[in-house]
């Protein structure tokens, strides 16, 4: 057993040593790299005539007890004969434990030294000459994908997951500058399917967009089903694995069904290519999710199903495309975060009614929730700066943002529909807005709102708005913020039995229990 276990040693450092010396098989290291002579540009017998601005080889590598995916990155460098490096992160992990093993350069005269910080390094060349560097990066979480580590790189012989800030080493080049960058996917497994913010099941990728957009960027490849739904003359794919108590098909609809009522709604379909990723989560009935460039990953536990809070996360997620990816907010951004998070979520359960995803019933149900919610919020009293240092310190100050943006886009709604004599609503306040972001280079911020607020609903609900950021006054809902159906009660409750706070807490009914929801209630919504 002991000789055995020497040989399995010795056989390890064999190989450790060849991976460092570039002395490995073609099969370990890919042609590119074994010999200067092939063309680091050519994949699947397909050749591009002009070099990129960086280029990425990928390749798997199977060690005795782990996989791993080998990279050579190339790119020119300039006069200076010096390139900082940035490496990836892991959301949360330090940096040196950031997955890359055996970094080391293959062009000639080209060295990498640190520097003061472990997260850069230095790439030394001879002036104007292409720079090659080749590592390879492997999977460092600790134990099951769960809440708190999903976004990690995912690297393993079923399947691999990742997001470019977690795999790829970058020049420290301006991030807002477009780059063509080459990714070429070599001796990937034959049963794997291949997808990513840019395609699928493509082996050879070219694509022109800022370095941030890249880094942003989503890949998956592996034992995932590919699904692909059309909307108009734009596919959006689903990349599923592993088994649920859904169909594939039955959450592909779902996906296609928000985001077409939402692309509708901006009344803007310049989507050529998108991709959800969905991964299972350990633990029980949790879900969170990231957008992504072209792309949205979505993790869920095992025993989650398609109800009101996935079709909320997902109508949510998707919103934030325009409120959020396609306009500038103004620093520092947690003071608009009542508009991009509470408004957000005002549209993601108004369009989910729309779509008929959810009934007026679930839609009341869900507005009352919030009402009580913030009514009885210890943090119902604070002013909106405090956000600005303390978002994340208190769960209840986390969430004052989406119950005060709620709250404000429900009153705002009814409040412009009554100044514009029924002619405009919201929806023509957040049209215009994005419009002026877009053409006008619109830059969101509280004085910006507040000049678009007044235009639209006049200066009362302004001043009321500002005042509860401002002071931390408590807001007031309107009566009638849910149309001719509905009435509201004030229902007063104590924390305590027989003393403490008092709480006011505002809910919404029909005005007749006996009544049944008609078009005039629908119409409210604007439900067709």
């Known amino acids: 057993m002991k000789s055995y276990r020497f040989i399995i040693f010795v056989l390890q450092l064999i190989l450790v040593n060849i991976q460092l010396y570039g002395l490995t ?15 680091l540009y050519e994949s699947d017998s397909k050749k591009i005539s002009q070099q990129p601005d960086i280029n990425y080889s990928i390749e798997p590598f199977y060690d005795i007890d782990a996989f791993r995916l080998i990279v050579v990155l190339e790119f020119l460098g300039d006069r200076s004969g010096e390139t900082k490096i940035i ?13 890359i093993k055996f970094l080391k350069p293959l062009s000639s005269n080209t060295y990498i030294q640190d520097s003061d910080k472990p997260e850069i390094k230095i790439v030394k060349y001879s ?24 976004n990690m790189a995912i690297i393993n012989k079923q399947y691999i997951h990742f997001f470019g800030e977690t795999f790829f080493i970058v020049p420290a080049w301006d991030s807002s500058i477009e780059l063509n960058i080459r ?20 082996k050879f990728q070219e694509v022109k967009l800022p370095l941030w957009k890249f880094k942003r960027s989503l890949f998956a490849a592996g034992d995932f089903r590919i699904i692909k739904k ?13 088994s649920w108590k859904f169909s594939d098909d039955q959450f592909a609809d779902l996906y296609s069904t928000i985001t077409k009522t939402e692309r509708d709604f901006w009344n803007d379909n310049n989507f050529p290519f998108f991709l959800i990723t969905i991964l299972p989560l350990s633990g029980s009935n949790d879900q969170t999710g990231t957008g992504r460039t072209n792309s949205y990953a979505l993790f869920l536990s095992k025993n989650r199903t398609i109800d009101i809070r996935m079709k909320r996360l997902l109508a949510h997620e998707i919103f934030h495309i325009w409120i959020g990816d396609k306009i500038q907010f103004a620093d520092p951004e947690q003071l608009v975060y009542w508009f991009k998070e509470g408004f957000t979520d005002y549209y993601s359960e108004l369009l989910l009614l729309r779509s008929k995803l959810i009934s007026l019933e679930e839609y009341v149900d869900q507005y009352n929730v919030i009402l009580e919610t913030y009514f009885t919020s210890p943090m119902r009293y604070e002013k909106n700066e405090r956000l600005i240092n303390e978002f994340w310190n208190d769960k209840n100050l986390t969430r004052l943002p989406y119950q005060r943006g709620r709250i404000f886009a429900q009153n705002l709604n009814c409040t412009i529909l009554k100044n514009s004599n029924w002619k405009k609503s919201l929806d023509d306040f957040m049209r215009d807005l994005i419009s002026r972001c877009l053409n006008e280079s619109l830059v969101i911020s509280n004085g910006s709102l507040s000049a678009l607020i007044r235009y639209y609903a006049g200066d009362q609900i302004l001043s009321d708005i500002m005042r509860t950021l401002n002071s931390g006054a408590v807001l007031k809902t309107i009566p009638e913020a849910l149309g001719p159906c509905f009435k509201m009660d004030i229902d007063s409750k104590k924390k305590l039995i027989i003393f403490g706070e008092q709480y006011d807490i505002p809910s919404y009914q029909l005005k007749n229990e006996n009544q049944q929801v008609d078009k005039s209630c629908l119409d409210w919504f604007g439900v067709n």
């Open 230 to 242: 059309m909307i108009g003359s734009n596919p959006i794919y689903t990349a599923i694995r592993d």
């Open 183 to 202: 990714i070429v996917w070599n001796h990937m497994p034959s049963n794997w399917n291949m997808a990513n913010s840019f395609g699928i099941n493509e």
């Open 87 to 99: 490496l990836p992160n892991n959301f949360g992990s330090s940096s040196d434990i950031n997955g």
């Open 25 to 39: 098989s073609s099969r370990s290291l890919p042609p590119e790299i074994s010999s200067g002579s092939v063309n």
């Open 127 to 150: 002036p104007n000459t292409s720079v090659r560097i080749y590592y390879q990066v492997e999977e460092v979480r600790d134990g099951d994908l769960e809440l708190g580590n999903q």
